[in-house]
């Protein structure tokens, strides 16, 4: 479950409040009690959708990626382009552009108030976003806040409190300038900023408030809201009616309440919401058309619920078929377990994870090793089921490993750690990526592009693999000269973790005394260290004192050692990933008949075989062939040589296999269980590289 699941459902209600809001439910039976709903309640419904922004931006803003911020940019004003030629055709009706100032009058809605009543929240959007994204980087987020609180005070009186300004004939005179400009205050100038700013805040802010303290105070904030806004209304002062002194603190406590109730993230309801909110006129004019036709107005549009329900139904109807038919333009593909397929238990991934994090220092984060399609478990979704448990960081091979999380949605932070040629720079850049320094050479020349990035460098403590060797100071020293490089790590790797040998466990405690020395002699230099760590699965399970900012957890994560072997700790880890195949025909072989290429196995009497629908173009070695898999909980050894596609199995002393059954590689088959290691060992590897070798046929079922 994600912390930031609610948020999801929440815009959902979001958008049905925008259609109350426009739609006047509750009039029919009251004005006070639908100025309530409409006019002050539902007013939370565009900036919750603000603080989102705000809070899901704040990290690329601060980390200074201007392509990411222009790339959301972009995609509203599709957006909003799109919603234009939609309501095109009303605006002709309507007539909206035939005066004389036509091309004024459209540029002004372009820019500031939108070419339809609804539509003014995407250039706010675009256009507050960059008004924040400026003010943060020059003057800090502190400080933005207070500007953007300043220019909320000045849209408050240019919109709720509009009529205490035509005491003073200056401001009045300021306003009437301003709404030459714009219709309403209510834009991306005067209303916009302060709601991204405020999730930004929630998002760098780590005050612990209970919930239900947070509730309270949204509850309190949320009654002075009401009742300032019939004050307002009573007191006739108003010349709008979307920006309130309290919906500031009643939008503050709203957010924080909702980060605090867990609930799984939703694509779906996401871009429901999103629809909703652009359609929803539409469906205002259909329904009253239908209304007209039928003779109904009296149900469909006197009748303020009806019409609300009525126009609320066809809005998230639409929205939905909208979803449907947009998945459904993918390519589709056969069920994944038509085959072969790997099961993957996300419980037992979460449970390991705590297990591993159980055994570090409390100080100490882990960093999710998810290179190689995170060891053949499906990089994205593992990566993404981390994210929702709290797991911020994380860790790939390659520049291609890390483009994939990010075009999938992952925004957590992601370390390099192989070797990416300098003229990838802008490529690191774009996706905002930290890059591994392998090397001052290598500083240099991602440094001469003039291309800023976040790097960490990698310290050579005796693997003698990648990195710069630990007695080359001044060479390290020289790498912090590459001005076009932030340094936010320095990091290094154990050799032998893994062992328990008394040579090997000196070997590696000498390892981390180099690199604490290192570390030592930089901070002497007073040269920003950053992130520190050194530790990956077996420098977690048999180093666990160790005190780092992380420790990167790669097949640990899975549930799975390298190999058979004794480690330091007793962390109760569950394996992840079973492989699964299905039978495809049962055939009987004579005494004396061959089978397979080469014709490697001969039946010494009558036997029945099985084909599995899996071999190594999937990622079964063919070293395997003297193993078995699992069928009806029995064990079937494997016979012959196993082809690129099938292998075959000798299900003599199996009652009543058939076709379609399933056969177990890795994992459990009631009583019965193959382990990685076991097949590992088998084949005369490690559990590592038989994981990471799985090939992309296999389909992919998560267990939640």
């Not at 003010?135 to 509009?162: A, H, M, P, Q």
């Not at 309440?257 to 919401?273: E, T």
């Not at 994090?357 to 399609?373: R, Y």
Request: with cysteine; glycine share 6%; hydrophobic share 45%.
């Amino acid at each position: 479950m994600s912390k930031t699941g609610s948020l999801d459902s929440f815009r959902l209600i979001a958008a049905f409040l925008v259609i109350a809001n426009h739609t006047s439910p509750l009039l029919s039976y009251g004005e006070n009690g639908d100025f309530i709903l409409t006019r002050i309640i539902a007013r939370v419904a565009v900036p919750f959708f603000l603080m989102v922004s705000g809070y899901f931006l704040y990290k690329y803003i601060d980390n200074g990626d201007n392509a990411y911020i222009l790339s959301f940019c972009k995609k509203i004003a599709i957006l909003y382009a799109l919603s234009i030629l939609l309501y095109l055709p009303l605006n002709l009706y309507a007539g909206h552009y035939e005066t004389a100032n036509w091309g004024q009058e459209f540029i002004k809605d372009i820019v500031f108030d939108g070419t339809f009543y609804h539509l003014w929240y995407f250039p706010g959007l675009i256009l507050g976003v960059m008004i924040v994204a400026f003010l943060v980087r020059k003057i800090g987020l502190k400080f933005t806040f207070f500007i953007s609180l300043i220019l909320y005070v000045i849209g408050i009186f240019g919109d709720s409190y509009y009529e205490l300004t035509e005491t003073f004939s200056s401001l009045e005179a300021f306003y009437e300038t301003v709404f030459t400009l714009s219709d309403y205050t209510r834009n991306g100038v005067f209303m916009v900023p302060i709601f991204l700013v405020m999730g930004m805040l929630i998002y760098k802010g780590n005050h612990a408030i209970p919930f239900q303290r947070n509730l309270l105070f949204f509850v309190i904030s949320l009654s002075l809201l009401i009742l300032e806004g019939l004050l307002l209304h009573a007191l006739e002062l108003q010349r709008h009616d979307s920006m309130y002194i309290m919906l500031i603190p009643a939008m503050y406590f709203l957010f924080r309440s909702l980060l605090q109730i867990r609930g799984k993230s939703s694509k779906d309801l996401r871009s429901i919401s999103t629809i909703m909110y652009i359609i929803h006129p539409w469906m205002i004019v259909l329904v009253r058309l239908t209304a007209e036709i039928f003779n109904l107005e009296k149900w469909l549009v006197e009748n303020s619920l009806v019409h609300f329900i009525g126009v609320s139904f066809l809005s998230f109807a639409a929205a939905r078929i909208a979803t449907i038919v947009w998945k459904r333009r993918k390519k589709i593909n056969p069920p994944p377990t038509s085959r072969a397929w790997a099961e993957i238990d996300l419980q037992a991934l979460r449970g390991n994870a705590r297990q591993l994090k159980g055994i570090l220092p409390e100080k100490t984060k882990l960093m999710a090793v998810v290179k190689a399609n995170a060891y053949g478990h499906g990089a994205v979704k593992i990566a993404k089921e981390l994210s929702d448990s709290g797991i911020n960081s994380f860790a790939v091979a390659t520049l291609a490993e890390g483009i994939e999380l990010r075009r999938n949605g992952i925004k957590s932070d992601i370390l390099i750690l192989g070797y990416t040629p300098a003229q990838s720079i802008r490529i690191i850049k774009k996706y905002n990526f930290t890059q591994t320094v392998i090397g001052l050479e290598h500083a240099k020349e991602l440094n001469k592009h003039a291309v800023s990035i976040s790097v960490q460098i990698k310290i050579d403590t005796g693997m003698h693999r990648l990195g710069t060797d630990a007695s080359q100071l001044a060479e390290l020293k020289e790498m912090y000269n590459c001005k076009h490089l932030t340094i936010t790590g320095v990091f290094s790797h154990l050799a032998v973790s893994d062992s328990l040998d008394k040579d090997d466990i000196a070997f590696t405690n000498r390892q981390i005394d180099r690199y604490n020395q290192t570390i030592q002699w930089l901070e002497s230099q007073h040269l920003p260290v950053g992130h520190q760590h050194i530790q990956a699965s077996y420098g977690i399970l048999n180093y666990p004192h160790l005190q780092y900012d992380y420790a990167r957890a790669g097949i640990t994560l899975y549930g799975v050692l390298s190999q058979k072997d004794r480690v330091n700790t007793n962390a109760q880890l569950k394996p992840v990933l079973s492989i699964k195949a299905r039978v495809a025909m049962v055939k009987t072989l004579h005494t004396g008949e061959a089978l397979g290429y080469g014709r490697a196995f001969t039946a010494a009497s009558t036997m029945k075989t099985a084909v599995i629908t899996i071999g190594y173009s999937d990622g079964i070695p063919r070293n395997m062939a003297n193993g078995h898999v699992l069928i009806r909980s029995q064990k079937a050894p494997i016979v012959g040589r196993i082809c690129m596609d099938q292998l075959l199995v000798d299900v003599s002393e199996i009652e009543g296999v058939q076709a379609d059954d399933i056969a177990t590689l890795i994992g459990r088959d009631g009583s019965q269980q193959i382990s990685a290691e076991d097949v590992a060992e088998s084949c005369g590897t490690i559990t590592n590289e038989l994981l990471s070798r799985l090939g992309e046929r296999l389909g992919y079922v998560y267990k939640i």
